[in-house]
């Protein structure tokens, strides 16, 4: 069975800290996404990487970087967490190739910053 | 550019009625078109995708979509609503590129009432 993991479900942190949040995909992937769902927002991309160390802006980077040093780990990096990033984060991969080839999700990790 | 217009945020059914979930896009051709539905506090998980081959689309969970070029519409039905369909549910275009990131709706969230 095809599995898109992120590290943790659920997250607390403090205004101002750097926040990591973890990524893995056994499929052989090329594509890694990070999303952002908010209510009423639908999914906003951050940032993608459709190979290793290659990674290219989404709609809303502000405020975020990515890491993708191994082909199956993709990375999120809050560096200085504000309220206004409290939301739920989605990881997602696909195949490489043009076509209909579909993205798998992660079960998502609600950050809360306080 | 790509992009979908899910019509209605809400949609309320009662179990047995027909469910139809509308969806437009904007999209260079061939679009590549997907439903996904997010259960609560998980990920997206794919129902079904265009592929080009015919035009009405089956899906998992009796759930069915249909192309329409001339309408640029491809809505999402079932025609008898389950009370374990409640859910939202998310149209999605994907781009022709390698790197393939896909466009999401603002979602439709399906409640179903006994």
């Known amino acids: 069975d095809v599995k898109v993991t992120q590290s943790s479900r659920y997250l607390v942190k403090r205004t101002g800290e750097k926040v990591f949040l973890e990524c893995v995909q056994d499929m052989d992937h090329e594509n890694m996404f990070w999303y952002r769902q908010d209510p009423g927002l639908g999914l906003r991309l951050i940032y993608f990487s459709y190979d290793v160390k290659m990674k290219e802006k989404g709609d809303i980077p502000e405020g975020y970087s990515v890491s993708r040093e191994k082909k199956e780990r993709f990375s999120l990096i809050l560096e200085s967490a504000s309220t206004n990033q409290t939301s739920m984060y989605l990881c997602?991969?696909?195949?490489?190739?043009?076509?209909?080839?579909?993205?798998?999700f992660g079960q998502g990790t609600r950050l809360t910053v306080v | 550019a790509q992009s979908v217009t899910q019509l209605g945020s809400h949609v309320s059914v009662s179990e047995g009625a027909l469910v139809l979930l509308r969806c437009n896009y904007s999209?260079?051709?061939?679009?590549?078109l997907f439903w996904y539905v997010q259960y609560p506090n998980q990920g997206l998980q794919l129902l079904l995708k265009?592929?080009?081959?015919?035009?009405l689309v089956k899906g998992i969970n009796g759930f069915e979509a249909e192309f329409k070029k001339s309408e640029t519409s491809f809505h999402l039905t079932k025609p008898s609503a389950h009370m374990s369909d409640a859910a939202e549910y998310f149209c999605a275009v994907r781009g022709n590129t390698n790197a393939g990131k896909s466009t999401f709706g603002d979602g439709t969230t399906l409640t179903v009432k006994p």
């Open positions: 999209s260079s051709v061939p679009p590549y």
């Open positions: 997602a991969s696909s195949r490489a190739g043009t076509g209909n080839t579909e993205a798998f």
């Open positions: 265009y592929t080009s081959a015919a035009t």
